[in-house]
């Protein structure tokens, strides 16, 4: 399997969807023989995975798509990915990214960018572009991504694939590198819903390392058809409108098919939604210009030459960081500087705040939210790269979820027709209350 999946990685070469190979793979799956051999029951037994290069693996490069970490090799291996390897499970490689996860296109990594196997003119979406990729285009089965404000789920739209991010807390976050740590999950990439809940059942669990992570029991299952019957669907009013066409078909033909199975569909106001993406990058811009000052040049990968201490940490950052990340470290700091704080950060904050409760209350009506994944299709490289707020504007049907801290999935739903007759995959989004990821996988099941 693993030489099988090296090969696939050769010749899909020019898609860019990894960064690096796992030197030790061939060792681990000689080690997962030897375990079977011993009589040993393995979930994921000999399964070839790839990982986002922002989640570290013992002995290989921990990039995050940044020229700053371009020689950085990780000492340990992150929760999630060693309870991969524990189930059985082989990591070819690392995948791209947007750099640090700052982007919605995987255009923004030191390693180029990531092309879209559907349309390689298009974008796969981001900022875990090179997951969805390697799940997309059948390098590996399943993969891991992490989503901060969508880049699991919008990248497994663009793709035509499952990506679920889980409740905040389910999934331990140690050794995922941190953009915004209050929203940051990992999450899988998956071709059906019972690999999904395959992986959920793995990577799901308490890790006494990650002091956000939870302690509940994890039982996944992808549903049948029954489980649609009497399932009460609220469409989330604020995400109807500016849809292209075939993403309004798609969520239109999802909602069809609930109906069909026996579920119940009405339509829900979350009226702060519109304040969503201002208050998301009002979170997320200052919790990572706090957590990138790490890279200053004394510990971490690369360090510029200069003259004195201060010189040194200016230049490897100037260097070093791309201008996304230099423009969200900026904008970071300017929301957290005193005087400013007020106006901008303790604001969002109480936002973020209202956008939970007004999603509790429609929890209160509905078992299961619903609205597109992403607005459009897969868009062009280049389309949206010379236009940060254009860019941004991507997330607008992903980030809430983040900030309320829930579990939400996309789902394959349609495709569509762009110039050319070429087929693009549209996804549709499900939200569960905290805690209920279990829900949206048996859904996911469901609907298959
Ligand atoms: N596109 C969003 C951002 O740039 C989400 C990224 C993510 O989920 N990592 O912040």
Redesign the pocket.
């Known amino acids: 399997l693993l030489d099988q999946a090296l090969a696939r990685v050769e010749a899909a070469g020019s898609l860019n969807a990894l960064v690096s190979l796992n030197e030790q793979a061939a060792a681990q799956a000689a080690a997962v023989s030897r375990r079977l051999a011993s009589g040993e029951a393995l979930p994921l037994a000999g399964v070839p995975v790839t990982v986002k290069d922002n989640i570290n693996v013992a002995g290989t490069r921990t990039t995050c798509g940044s020229r700053i970490l371009a020689t950085y090799v990780s000492p340990y291996t992150a929760t999630a990915a060693q309870r991969l390897i524990d189930a059985g499970a082989v990591i070819v490689g690392k995948t791209n990214m ?1 750099e640090f ?4 296109s995987t255009e923004s990594s030191a390693s180029g960018a990531t092309l879209n196997p559907w349309d390689v003119a298009r974008v796969p979406g ?2 875990s572009g090179g997951s969805a990729v390697a799940v997309a285009a059948n390098l590996t089965p399943v993969s891991l991504g ?6 699991v789920r919008q990248p497994a739209a663009m793709t035509g694939v499952y990506g679920l991010k889980p409740t905040y807390g389910r999934v331990s976050r140690y050794g995922l590198v941190a ?1 915004a740590s209050s929203l940051d999950q990992i999450g899988p990439f998956a071709r059906s819903a019972a690999d999904l809940a395959l992986m959920m059942s793995v990577l799901a669990g308490h890790d006494p390392r990650d002091a956000t992570s939870l302690e509940v029991p994890a039982r996944f299952q992808a549903g049948t058809p029954d489980d649609l019957r009497g399932l009460r669907v609220g469409v989330i009013r604020e995400s109807l409108g500016g849809n292209t066409s075939g993403v309004d078909a798609a969520l239109n033909a999802t909602l069809e098919a609930l109906r069909a199975g026996g579920a119940v569909c009405g339509e829900v106001s979350i009226p702060d939604l519109r304040h969503a993406i201002a208050t998301y990058y009002l979170i ?1 811009m200052p919790e990572a210009s706090s957590n990138l000052a790490r890279y200053d040049g004394m510990v971490y990968g690369q360090r510029a030459v200069g003259g004195d201490v201060g010189e040194v940490m200016t230049l490897t950052r100037e260097h070093g960081f791309g201008r996304e990340v230099q423009r969200r470290i900026m904008i970071g700091t300017y929301a957290l500087s005193s005087g400013y704080y007020d106006a901008y950060y303790s604001k969002a904050m109480k936002v973020r705040r209202l956008i939970a409760q007004e999603f509790s209350r429609a929890f209160q009506d509905f078992d299961v939210l619903v609205t597109p994944t992403s607005p459009f299709p897969a868009f062009r490289r280049g389309e949206k790269t010379s236009d940060p707020l254009a860019m ?1 504007a ?2 607008v049907d992903t ?1 809430a979820v983040n900030l309320a801290g829930l579990p939400a999935m996309s789902v394959p739903a349609g495709f569509e027709l762009a110039e050319g007759g070429v087929r693009l995959p549209v996804g549709v989004q499900f939200i569960a209350p905290a805690l209920k990821d279990e829900l949206l996988v048996r859904l996911a099941g469901a609907l298959e």
């Open positions: 947007d996860g700052m982007g919605s981001g900022s992490s989503d901060t404000g969508g880049s953009y997320a941004y991507a997330d980030v």
